[in-house]
């Protein structure tokens, strides 16, 4: 071990422990060592470190999100450079959808001499204790769920395209979505809501016939949706909610800021589309609600807010459950056979077996309401035509 990887292994032992004078010291003796042989030992820890995480079900996006959440602002940049350097390092197949996830991010690389002075902006010992930082993060971060072959294992041959229909769909949704955002009006919000859900569902049913009879059809994969605070517990109910009303599966990951949602290609499409959309609107609605309180309420913001959040992540639930199963009996007259019904069922079973092989050790999550104002004020928002919603309740979420 070289003086450099000496001076950072114990900088990163500090770093990890109770002492804080310990953890300065060991970082003012990395501040004196020999700058390029600490960058190249930085670098090189962190590259490998980062490389490790791929094949035990990290993502960039992932890497990204818990960086973003647990890390300064320069740390979760640097992280994202360090991405990019160890793109250079893999000389297997790599994914399309790993490079595409690169470049989402942004992160890009110009060279390796000097690399962290050029992003320390005039102050290193703050660069070098925000790469220590990422660094204990990197390396502490659990194995996940591998939702996609990682860079380096051959994935399977890549299905026909889908029909053009379905982008086109998509974009009606995405449309109707950017409208319901923007409308001042509740009840014009869940109508546009409602019709994105209708044409979601009817795009559903239309893949999952068409993949019945492909030679190869598609199997459930997963995309993880983030749950930051505050009110992570009500954001991972709204998902469950959405992803229900989509014949998927979602599992909160809380410690680490996630939820994973399973199921078929058409059907998580859906769900990002759908929780991305009714995030921004029930945050709207629960702003506007605030300043509806009645006067005398007292100042109990975040029991408001959870309850009005669980509350409409609840009534949505329905409504979405609602139109999807009218599409379904929709269809199935439409078409005057009983081909539907079983093809939807294999397919809930098939997410239901990804889910118990994913997530052998799901346990409930109960919420609880404790604000009854929030809950009424949520649940008329998510639905302004019925408001007897009965006592505050509970609902159970999926988690780890």
Not at 221 to 230: C, E, H, M, N, Y
């Amino acid at each position: 071990m070289s003086d450099a990887e000496r001076l950072l292994a114990d900088a990163l032992t500090a770093a990890h422990g109770t002492d804080v004078r310990a953890a300065e010291r060991a970082l003012d003796r990395l501040v004196v060592g020999d700058p390029s042989a600490v960058d190249a030992a930085l670098l090189a820890r962190l590259v490998r470190a980062v490389g490790r995480l791929w094949p035990r079900g990290w993502q960039p996006v992932d890497l990204d999100r818990i960086a973003t959440r647990r890390l300064a602002p320069r740390g979760a940049r640097l992280l994202r450079n360090v991405l990019a350097a160890q793109r250079r390092e893999l000389s297997g197949p790599v994914p399309q959808w790993f490079d595409d996830q690169l470049a989402e991010l942004g992160a890009g690389w110009d060279a390796d001499a000097g690399w962290l002075d050029r992003r320390a902006e005039g102050d290193r010992i703050t660069a070098l204790r925000d790469a220590v930082d990422a660094l204990g993060l990197v390396e502490g971060l659990p194995p996940i769920a591998t939702l996609r072959p990682p860079p380096g294992v051959p994935a399977a041959a890549p299905r026909a395209a889908a029909p053009a229909t379905g982008s086109r769909i998509l974009d009606r949704v995405r449309a109707l979505l950017a409208k319901a955002e923007s409308t001042t009006f509740p009840a014009e919000a869940e109508a546009l809501t409602g019709k994105a859900q209708e044409l979601m569902a009817r795009h559903s049913i239309d893949a999952a016939l068409l993949d019945a009879t492909a030679e190869r059809p598609d199997q459930p994969s997963g995309v993880r949706l983030g749950t930051d605070a505050p009110y992570a517990a009500a954001k991972a109910l709204l998902i469950q909610e959405v992803a229900a009303a989509n014949r998927c599966e979602s599992v909160w990951s809380d410690h680490l800021g996630f939820a994973t949602v399973l199921g078929f290609p058409a059907d998580l499409a859906a769900v990002e589309l759908l929780h991305t959309s009714l995030l921004v609107q029930a945050t709207a609605a629960m702003l506007r609600g605030r300043g509806e309180r009645r006067a005398g309420s007292g100042r109990r913001t975040k029991g408001y807010d959870e309850s009005f959040l669980n509350a409409f992540a609840l009534r949505i639930g329905e409504r979405l459950r609602a139109a999807t199963a009218a599409e379904e009996r929709a269809a199935a007259e439409e078409r005057g056979d009983d081909r539907l019904l079983p093809v939807l069922a294999a397919r809930s079973d098939a997410v239901r077996e990804r889910v118990d092989q994913l997530f052998p050790g799901v346990t409930r999550h109960r919420l609880q309401v404790r604000d009854a104002e929030g809950w009424t004020s949520g649940t008329s928002a998510a639905d302004r035509a019925s408001l007897d919603i009965g006592a505050p309740g509970r609902r159970a979420v999926h988690g780890r």
